[in-house]
């Protein structure tokens, strides 16, 4: 959706993906270590560009990078498949060192809430990344289902995680997120 | 602070963050916590700056994945401050 979102703080800014940023994206999503547990993504550039152009004709979803204040682009969140009652929450990644996870998981839950005004939303985790899996339990999410087999990556069949926030949580949720985002944001400020 | 002063303090504040039985100095490693998330790991950050009265910068935040880890940055901002403190004394 070609959006017009802007949201920050703790250091961190939520901003509409562009396509100037499909390099960065793309190289984001081809980190080995970063991409581990995320759905496979193409090698080719130019089917990678096909993608993030059709990204804006849907309207179903909303794509941002994460940015330090600066304007240095350090990762990207999202949150489609949105109907008026429900949003997935998601293409999370965060490039190392870079301690943006507290913030950026408050801003998606701001903007959900507060700005769009859905009554949830959910995450799928695969069930390995435990470090991820766990976050979502220290937020206060609630899981609720377990999608066995749900993500493929390199043939490999990983459960899925399903997290779900309502409304109501979110009083609860930046009460979680609040002071580690605040202890992060003074490393984002200093980060060069 | 002696050497054995700093680990004791240091396993204390982890086992108390992530939950886990204080029995005793281990080498706890980040990969094999599932509890030790980006949530605890900016809290147990917060406890050793207030706990030592050091200041981390990212790249420590950032190097920080077992016990062993901490104790090292520790170390190393404990004698940075040391030095820091002649230098001005000698001044």
Same mark, same amino acid.
């Given at each position: 959706?070609?959006?017009? #979102?802007?949201?920050?703080?703790?250091?961190?800014?939520?901003?509409?993906?562009?396509?100037?940023?499909?390099?960065?994206?793309? /190289?984001?999503?081809?980190?080995?270590?970063?991409?581990?547990?995320?759905?496979?993504?193409?090698?080719?550039?130019?089917?990678?560009?096909?993608?993030?152009?059709?990204?804006?004709?849907?309207?179903?979803?909303?794509?941002? =990078?994460?940015?330090?204040?600066?304007?240095?682009?350090?990762?990207?969140?999202?949150?489609?498949?949105?109907?008026?009652?429900?949003?997935?929450?998601?293409?999370? =990644?965060?490039?190392?060192?870079?301690?943006?996870?507290?913030?950026?998981?408050?801003?998606?839950?701001?903007?959900?809430?507060?700005?769009?005004?859905?009554?949830?939303?959910?995450?799928?985790?695969?069930?390995?990344?435990?470090?991820?899996?766990?976050?979502?339990?220290?937020?206060?999410?609630?899981?609720?289902? #377990?999608?066995?087999?749900?993500?493929?990556?390199?043939? #490999?069949?990983?459960?899925?995680? #399903?997290?779900?926030?309502?409304?109501?949580?979110?009083?609860?949720?930046?009460?979680?997120?609040?002071?580690?985002?605040?202890?992060?944001?003074?490393?984002?400020?200093?980060?060069? | 602070?002696?050497?054995?002063? =700093?680990?004791?303090?240091?396993?204390?504040?982890?086992?108390?963050?992530?939950?886990?039985?204080?029995?005793?100095?281990?080498?706890?490693?980040?990969?094999?916590?599932?509890?030790?998330?980006?949530?605890?790991?900016?809290?147990? =950050?917060?406890?050793?700056?207030?706990?030592?009265?050091?200041?981390?910068?990212?790249?420590?935040?950032?190097?920080?994945?077992?016990?062993? /880890?901490?104790?090292?940055?520790?170390?190393?901002?404990?004698?940075?401050?040391?030095?820091?403190?002649?230098?001005?004394?000698?001044?």
């Amino acid at each position: 959706m070609n959006h017009q #979102i802007k949201v920050d703080k703790f250091g961190i800014r939520l901003r509409p993906v562009t396509m100037k940023d499909a390099n960065f994206i793309y /190289d984001l999503r081809h980190d080995p270590k970063l991409s581990q547990y995320i759905g496979e993504f193409p090698q080719d550039r130019s089917i990678h560009l096909q993608w993030l152009r059709a990204y804006f004709l849907k309207d179903d979803d909303i794509y941002f =990078i994460i940015e330090l204040m600066d304007g240095t682009p350090v990762g990207t969140i999202s949150i489609y498949d949105m109907t008026e009652q429900t949003g997935n929450w998601g293409r999370w =990644i965060i490039k190392h060192p870079i301690p943006a996870a507290p913030a950026s998981a408050w801003l998606i839950y701001y903007v959900a809430f507060d700005i769009l005004q859905l009554p949830e939303v959910y995450t799928n985790t695969v069930s390995n990344n435990e470090h991820i899996v766990s976050f979502h339990d220290h937020c206060g999410l609630t899981r609720t289902a #377990i999608q066995k087999g749900g993500l493929t990556i390199k043939n #490999i069949d990983y459960d899925l995680v #399903i997290h779900t926030a309502k409304r109501d949580d979110w009083p609860f949720i930046h009460a979680q997120l609040q002071g580690p985002a605040q202890t992060a944001s003074r490393f984002l400020v200093n980060h060069r | 602070m002696s050497i054995d002063k =700093i680990k004791r303090t240091i396993i204390e504040i982890v086992s108390e963050v992530l939950q886990l039985d204080d029995s005793g100095y281990q080498n706890f490693k980040r990969q094999e916590l599932p509890n030790w998330d980006s949530l605890k790991h900016m809290e147990l =950050i917060l406890r050793l700056e207030e706990t030592f009265h050091i200041q981390l910068s990212i790249a420590q935040v950032g190097a920080i994945d077992s016990v062993d /880890d901490i104790e090292t940055v520790v170390k190393q901002c404990l004698h940075e401050a040391q030095v820091g403190a002649s230098d001005e004394s000698s001044d």
